[in-house]
C-alpha cells in the first residue's frame, strides 16, 4: 500500500507521543526525553523532604497563577491539566495529609506523602520538570491553592481517570482514526 505523507507525519507524531508517554514516568533516572533537562537523581529522593525542613506558609493567589502554568514544566504541561475541575485526585485527596496517594506509591513507592511532596512528584513525574526548591515561595504556594482545592473536593465528584498516571499510550488503540489499521 501506498502511505500518504500526512499519515507519515501522523505516524511519527504519534510515536513521539508514544515514547515521551513511556519515558515520562519511569526514566527520569536514565533522562527524559521527553523533557528539556535530564534528571540524573533518584525521583524518590527529588521530592523527600529533606532533614529538617519547615513548610512555609504560602499564597494562595500566586499558587492559582502557578497552577495553570505550563512554563513550570518541560512538556507544556500544568497542574491543571490533570487535575482541572479536581480531576485525577483520588478520595484519599479528601484526607488530611500525609496520606496514601496511589501515584507515589505505584512510581516510586512511597506509602504516604505529604502534600509538598506530592507537589514535588507531580513536577517531577507528569510535569517531567526539577523539583521546585524546598524554601521557594512558589512551593509554598502551590500548597496553600492545592489546600484550598482540597476544601472543596468532594470523592466522587472528580472527573474519571488519571491521565498522568496512565500507563504508555497505544497509537494503534487510539479513539480517531487507527494509522496503523490498514483497509
Not at 12 to 37: D, Y
Not at 58 to 87: E, F, V
Not at 141 to 165: D, I, S
Request: aromatic residues 4%; hydrophobic residues 40%.
Amino acid at each position: 500500500m501506498h502511505e500518504s505523507i500526512t499519515e507519515r507525519l501522523i505516524m511519527k507524531k504519534l510515536i513521539i507521543i508514544s515514547l515521551c508517554s513511556l519515558f515520562a514516568g519511569t526514566a527520569l533516572a536514565a533522562g527524559n526525553p521527553c523533557g528539556k533537562e535530564q534528571l540524573t537523581d533518584s525521583p524518590t529522593a527529588m521530592i523527600t523532604r529533606p532533614a529538617n525542613y519547615k513548610p512555609a506558609v504560602g499564597d494562595a493567589g500566586l499558587g492559582k497563577k502557578l497552577w495553570m502554568d505550563t512554563k513550570l514544566s518541560t512538556n507544556g504541561m500544568s497542574c491543571n491539566a490533570c487535575h482541572a475541575n479536581h480531576g485525577a485526585f483520588q478520595a484519599s485527596f479528601a484526607k488530611p495529609y500525609p496520606h496514601k496517594v496511589q501515584m507515589a506509591q505505584d512510581r516510586l513507592g512511597l506509602k504516604l506523602v505529604h502534600l509538598d511532596e506530592m507537589i514535588q512528584g507531580c513536577m517531577v513525574m507528569p510535569m517531567a520538570a526539577k523539583p521546585l526548591p524546598w524554601d521557594s515561595k512558589e512551593l509554598a504556594a502551590l500548597v496553600a491553592y492545592t489546600q484550598t482545592l482540597q476544601k472543596t473536593f468532594r470523592p466522587g465528584t472528580a472527573m474519571p481517570g488519571n491521565p498522568c498516571a496512565m500507563k504508555p499510550a497505544n497509537p494503534c488503540e487510539m479513539k480517531a482514526a487507527n494509522p496503523c489499521a490498514r483497509k
